[in-house]
């Protein structure tokens, strides 16, 4: 069987979203648990909307790590002793990891000649953000964000919400979740 029967064999969800956030300093155990689980703090937004989403589409989510670079939610990871959070320390880890790189691969994963992500949703602080918007898809993001990226989001095709909250604020959480309901994939 060669990659195209392959690919038109593949069951792809009608709504298909990746959720991008980075790591926390609240680590939720000293145990090995998923990084979805491992998180707490500022991340607990961000996992609140993965899961209000579930019902809406299939969505994934991918943490930036200090210690991993950019993961799927669902990698294994125990406590480790540095988190970035200024703009320096996450260009050491983009020059360590290079997790851009990861993260343009993975919003441009096909199935067939259809993006196998048709939404991504970024949560990530301004510093983050800035180096992140380059290699992020044009028409497909959804950003929750610094105001000073508001013009820039929508002259590239993105939904905009201002940063609330931690990470995503409430009335942000229920606008996206509408802002799903309301889109339909095959349009």
């Known amino acids: 069987m060669n990659n195209s029967e392959e690919s038109n064999m ?3 969800p009608e709504k298909r979203i990746f959720v991008i956030t980075n ?12 990084a979805f689980e491992m998180f707490g703090g500022r991340v607990t937004e961000v996992k609140n909307l993965v899961t209000d989403l579930c019902g809406e589409a299939d969505v994934s989510m991918g943490i930036i790590s200090g210690r ?8 294994v ?4 002793p540095w988190v970035p959070e200024s703009k320096e ?5 983009q020059s360590k990891r290079d997790f851009l790189g990861a993260i343009k691969k993975t919003l441009g994963i096909k199935v067939g000649d259809t993006y196998l992500y048709d939404k991504v949703i970024v949560c990530v602080p301004k510093v983050l953000f800035e180096m992140m918007k380059d290699v992020l898809p044009d028409d497909r993001v959804i950003a929750i ?7 820039e989001c929508r002259n590239r095709g993105w939904s905009y919400y201002k940063r609330g909250g931690s990470r995503v604020g ?11 309901e309301g889109w339909n994939a095959g349009a």
């Open 89 to 93: 320390d996450f260009e050491l880890l």
């Open 10 to 12: 593949i069951k792809v």
């Open 145 to 151: 964000t610094n105001p000073q990226f508001e013009e």
């Open 77 to 80: 990871v125990m406590p480790y």
């Open 23 to 34: 790591d926390s300093t609240v680590f939720q155990t000293d145990k090995w648990v998923s």
């Open 68 to 75: 991993f670079g950019f993961i799927p939610a669902n990698y």
């Open 170 to 180: 409430k009335k942000n959480a229920a606008d996206i979740i509408k802002e799903i």
